[in-house]
């Protein structure tokens, strides 16, 4: 993905943890053709409400830069989303210092995304 379309992304943030999708690493790939840019993205859960919004807020921060392309959004399930898939910049977006620094029950709410992905 080249930076332009990365910084780009980055303007789409989750509503319900608060960063954005690419450091939160929903974005699995982007791929372009004459005529469509096409975006392959996962939620944090199968049963995530706001992939529609998602994909909106998607196709209005791309819109700019796909001058006579469509850009159409693919929501996938595999490989399912987990929690170390969130880069180091989200981690830090997040609060979170990296695990060797704190103890695992007090990783913040990255380690409480941590735990409840386990438990699902």
Known sequence: ???????????????????????????????RDAAVTRVRVTMTTPACPL???IAAEIERALRPL????????????????RPDMISDEGRRLLGDEPAA???PRQA?????????ARKR
């Not at 796909?66 to 989303?81: F, S």
């Open 1 to 31: 993905m080249d930076e332009a379309t990365r910084d780009a992304l980055r303007q789409v943030i989750d509503p319900e943890i608060g960063i954005n999708i690419v450091d939160l690493g929903l974005v699995y790939g982007v791929e």
């Open 51 to 53: 992939g529609e919004h």
């Open 66 to 81: 796909e001058a006579g392309r469509r850009v159409a959004v693919d929501i996938v399930r595999e490989p399912p989303w």
């Open 101 to 103: 620094q704190k103890p």
């Open 108 to 116: 913040g709410f990255l380690g409480r995304l941590v735990a409840w």
